[in-house]
């Protein structure tokens, strides 16, 4: 069935990075493009960005550009979001969400297939 | 930018009907199509709606949705103990920064 699956839980200490990963099946890997959004304890949702798996073109929230990279693998149908200089207000619950694209191009106004979500949690 | 405004809580009684309105400051919803989603205590979010009123397949039709103007309206009739959940509408902001925003969210509480 159609499903995109996240790593683990990851510990990390401020100033570390975090990679997390998102193996998608059941589907086109390139006809679907792939968003971040993250989810603070006790908060909303908060986009961080997408990726377009067709040509791996990205487009960041402002408040990420600089400390996110998101990176895909077609070959093994995984996108990437690691993130950088992580601080304590980072702890987050952070999802993948595949959006439908045309060339690229994101041609539906809905994330469709979520991710289970990785709990991220940064403290010393 | 957008931002996009619901109301924190909204509570009603199994079988009555609840609407919640998604207000926009900017105009992104009045040039845009709005999704909603669900998310149920622990788990991802799940998609509602999309394209302001069309339902996913698998979604049942006591959920509908609505735009007019700079507001989207998501409805649910015949309240149901499982649709206690948080419920957010979503829209694509176009305006200098694309980006994707979501709502604050709005917890539903069946009594």
């Known amino acids: 069935q159609v499903q995109v699956v996240q790593s683990g839980a990851e510990l990390r200490k401020p100033g570390a990075s975090v990679k997390v990963s998102c193996k998608a099946s059941?589907?086109?890997?390139?006809?679907?493009?792939i968003n971040w959004v993250r989810q603070a304890p006790g908060q909303g949702l908060e986009w961080m960005g997408w990726?377009?798996?067709?040509?791996?073109?990205?487009h960041y929230a402002q408040r990420f550009q600089g400390r996110v990279s998101m990176t895909t693998d077609t070959s093994t149908t995984t996108a990437y979001m690691e993130m950088r200089s992580l601080r304590p207000d980072d702890t987050a619950v952070y999802f993948c969400?595949?959006?439908?694209?045309?060339?690229?191009?994101?041609?539906?106004?809905?994330?469709?297939?979520w991710g289970q979500g990785t709990m991220v949690t940064v403290s010393s | 930018q957008s931002v996009l405004t619901q109301a924190p809580s909204v509570s009603a009684a199994p079988g009555q009907n609840v609407t919640i309105s998604c207000f926009e400051s900017?105009?992104?919803?009045?040039?845009?199509?709005v999704s909603w989603y669900q998310q149920l205590p622990g788990t991802a979010p799940k998609l509602l709606i999309y394209e302001n009123h069309k339902r996913p397949s698998g979604i049942p039709d006591r959920f509908s949705g609505s735009k007019s103007g700079t507001s989207a309206t998501l409805g649910i009739t015949g309240l149901q103990p499982g649709d206690e959940a948080d419920y957010y509408c979503?829209?694509?902001?176009?305006?200098?920064?694309?980006?994707?925003?979501f709502g604050i969210g709005t917890k539903v509480t069946v009594l």
């Open positions: 900017g105009s992104n919803i009045g040039n845009n199509s």
């Open positions: 059941g589907y086109t890997f390139t006809t679907y493009g």
């Open positions: 979503a829209t694509w902001d176009t305006s200098l920064s694309a980006r994707y925003v």
């Open positions: 969400a595949r959006v439908s694209t045309v060339f690229g191009a994101v041609v539906s106004d809905a994330f469709d297939i």
């Open positions: 990726i377009s798996t067709y040509h791996g073109h990205t």
